[in-house]
């Protein structure tokens, strides 16, 4: 009987540990994504592996989530996670280059829960003619002057985007690639054969959210269907 009475006395301290341990891990908060590795620079089109470190609190904790985290680009034309095998496996994909390229992962805070946490990192594929000295092959380059533009809500702010030929006079169509709710954008001229430049203007809605938005302008170049990138950082006040 004794015997018995400690068996059911060590099921019950067991079940009640587990539950503890159950809550903690239901409680444990994911506080920050630190992506590795960052500010990567890229010649050809090597496979970069990526890993998301989470920093949990409740308790202390950190660990590698890269396969429970969603893997994007803002520039997929030219970077992707493009292998389903390995999502955290970033390869460029040989048709464009550009600098200051944006690498996100996020996840969600807690299943069921809409609220998210990212982490980002940036990526610099070096440009380059025929393919010998860059990763795409582009026969142009693109700067932006100022690149970290700063514009209250309701106004506007002027990016000049410089064309630079590495060989012939390409023509490059611009334009800004998935521009944020609240941000328009339009181009002084449109087109542009290189060497020149184009005015962008960045018109910011007066119910625009202060904050620091990435933008990355693209120019593409019909006849070579040739992509190059660069990116500014627009501060909204």
């Given amino acids: 009987m004794k015997g018995l009475l400690f068996r059911s006395v060590g099921a019950v301290i067991g079940l009640s ?3 503890a341990a159950l809550s903690c891990a239901r409680d444990q908060t994911l506080d920050w994504l630190e992506i590795k590795p960052q500010n990567v620079n890229l010649t050809g089109t090597p496979t970069i592996i990526y890993t998301a470190i989470g920093h949990y609190s409740h308790p202390a904790q950190q660990r590698d989530i890269s396969t429970q985290v969603t893997w994007q680009t803002d ?3 030219i970077i992707a996670f493009s292998d389903p095998a390995h999502p955290n496996y970033l390869i460029p994909t040989g048709l464009g280059c550009g600098t200051n390229l944006g690498v996100l992962a996020f996840v ?3 299943p069921g829960n809409n609220q998210e946490v990212h982490g980002g990192s940036s990526v610099n594929v070096n440009c380059g003619s025929g393919g010998g000295g860059g990763g795409s092959g582009a026969d142009f380059d693109l700067s932006a002057n100022p690149s970290n533009p700063s514009v209250a809500a309701g106004g506007t702010a002027q990016i000049t985007i410089s064309v630079t030929a590495l060989s012939g006079a390409p023509m490059v169509d611009l ?3 998935l521009p944020p709710a609240g941000i328009s954008a339009a181009f002084n001229p449109p087109t542009v054969s290189a060497p020149n430049t184009s005015v962008l203007t960045l018109t910011v809605s007066p119910s625009a959210t202060a904050g620091t938005y990435k933008l990355t302008i693209v120019g593409t170049e019909p006849l070579t ?6 990116s500014v950082n627009l501060n909204v006040t």
């Fill in 17 to 19: 540990c587990l539950l």
């Fill in 175 to 177: 334009a800004l690639q």
């Fill in 108 to 110: 969600y805070r807690h």
């Fill in 75 to 77: 520039a997929p034309s």
């Fill in 225 to 230: 269907s040739s992509t190059v990138a660069v």
